[in-house]
């Protein structure tokens, strides 16, 4: 019997590629390093800093970078090159090590990557079935896009409208593959029910709950349809894998080192395979989230789409404070649409990391057509940040910032008052929940 845990074990990498293993040192630098490898055309594969020299030797690298001071196994001695980067990283070393000291070609790229996953996924899902959950985000569509590729109509796409998401969203999903992949939809309109659960709930965590558990039950009952399909994919990519501290699991050390993933828990998708008894493949669980986006370029998913920022699973219940209801959302949906559309037009959409409107649930006083309003507020987010952990208030424009005000004023219906927010994380958070 398939278990959620087994597609977690070590997978091997394409024999094309040459690989260099970096040790986790539970620092930035092993990140970013990674990342500077597969810059210079040479997979990266990071591992747990004290994975033993038989594993290593099953891996075949070509190298290894270790990071810091850490101790680590003497892997010398099983004759693979080892780079130590005490501190400072410098790319020149890195350069040296890789195409001198490794003879490594250096001809990994994104094109071979996506040809080699489809064959890879080809492979893997054969003549059944495989369901993929669309959320609207990049992850999930980029996802799609491949086993489109690979396996054509044999992937069902579920589409769940939550009643949360923005303006024109399921709408959006559709077009971006319209025409180019080969793939089933199945849209569900479950926002009657999500709305129906949520009446009444003020308070932040207690709104996630259902709303991740209710997605469960729909997402459940849409599946039956497709009762034959023996997979269900899911958009997890490195850094979920790196964060959660899951990168035991590659070593394939027969259970030893295997771990609980957590990987994704606070995304709508997570847990589902465990309840369903499907088996998970997981497409970009070896990719950066760039990477992701270059590889849905690759694919042909439309630029625009690739480069969307992220929004939570959640939805707008995490930005629309308080109780959640149709007319709420409404005016947030709105207002919304009006922040993205316009820091779009601004040509700030790509330097931004994410753009939103949040509805307050705070009246205050206003004036409109020589009458007494008693409105809501809007606060307007708009965050710079490379790695969400961290993030700073995005200095826009004035011009900007007034259409983006002046617009939600004059076409939003119950909204008086716009405020930008000019909070860093931290102490904030990128939402306001
Ligand atoms: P905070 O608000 O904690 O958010 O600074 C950090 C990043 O995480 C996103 N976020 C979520 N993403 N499901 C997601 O997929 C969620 O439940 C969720 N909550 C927050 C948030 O948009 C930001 O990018």
């Given amino acids: 019997m398939p278990t959620f845990f087994e597609p977690l074990l070590y997978q ?64 010398e001695v099983i004759g693979i090159p080892v780079l130590h980067v005490p501190g400072d990283f410098h790319q020149a070393a890195l350069d040296h090590f890789l195409k001198n000291t490794c003879g490594c070609r250096g001809d990994w790229s994104m094109k071979t990557y996506a040809q080699e996953s489809i064959e890879k996924f080809r492979n893997i ?109 899911q958009g997890t990519i490195y850094p979920d894998i790196i964060e959660s501290g899951t990168t035991l699991d590659v070593v394939g050390s027969g259970g030893a080192e295997k771990q609980a993933a957590s990987i994704k828990l606070h995304h ?25 986006r270059q590889l849905g370029m690759e694919l042909g998913l439309p630029e625009d789409f690739v480069w969307r920022h992220p929004f939570p699973g959640p939805g707008l219940a995490v930005r629309c404070l308080g109780e959640v209801n149709r007319e709420k959302l409404a005016k947030l949906r709105e207002a919304d649409a009006i922040v993205v559309e316009e820091i779009r037009n601004a040509n700030f959409y790509r330097q931004t990391a994410q753009a939103f409107a949040a509805l307050l649930p705070v009246k205050s006083v206003g004036v409109k057509d020589d009458k007494r309003t008693y409105d809501d507020a809007i606060a307007v987010r708009c965050v710079s940040t490379d790695d969400f952990m961290t993030a700073d208030w995005t200095t826009l424009p004035d011009e900007l910032l007034r ?27 990128i939402e306001w929940e």
């Fill in 12 to 75: 091997p990498m394409p024999q094309s590629n040459e690989t260099i293993l970096i040790l986790d040192s539970g620092t930035k630098n092993t990140q970013l390093i990674a990342r500077r490898c597969r810059d210079c055309g040479v997979y990266s594969h990071i591992v747990p800093r004290h994975i033993s020299a038989e594993h290593v030797a099953k891996l075949a690298p070509k190298g290894i970078v270790r990071i810091g001071e850490h101790d680590a196994p003497a892997l």
């Fill in 125 to 233: 899902i054969g003549d059944s079935q495989v369901i993929c959950a669309l959320s609207g985000g990049v992850d999930s569509a980029v996802v799609a896009a491949i086993l489109a590729k690979a396996v054509g109509k044999q992937t069902k796409c579920i589409l769940v409208d939550t009643g949360l998401m923005r303006k024109n969203e399921i709408a959006n999903v559709v077009a971006a593959f319209d025409g180019k992949f080969d793939v089933e939809f199945k849209m569900i309109d479950a926002s009657d029910g999500f709305l129906k659960r949520l009446a009444g709930v003020e308070e932040p965590q207690e709104k996630r709950k259902i709303i991740g558990h209710y997605f469960i039950d729909v997402f459940a009952e849409a599946a039956k349809e497709f009762g034959n399909a023996k997979f269900l994919a």
């Fill in 268 to 292: 709508n998708v997570g847990g589902l395979p465990e309840k369903l008894g499907f088996e998970l493949v997981e497409p970009l669980r070896e990719l950066f989230k760039d990477e992701v």
């Fill in 403 to 429: 259409k983006i005000s002046s617009r939600i004023l004059k076409e939003v219906a119950g909204v008086n008052r716009v405020v930008y927010d000019i909070s860093s994380k931290p102490p904030a958070t």
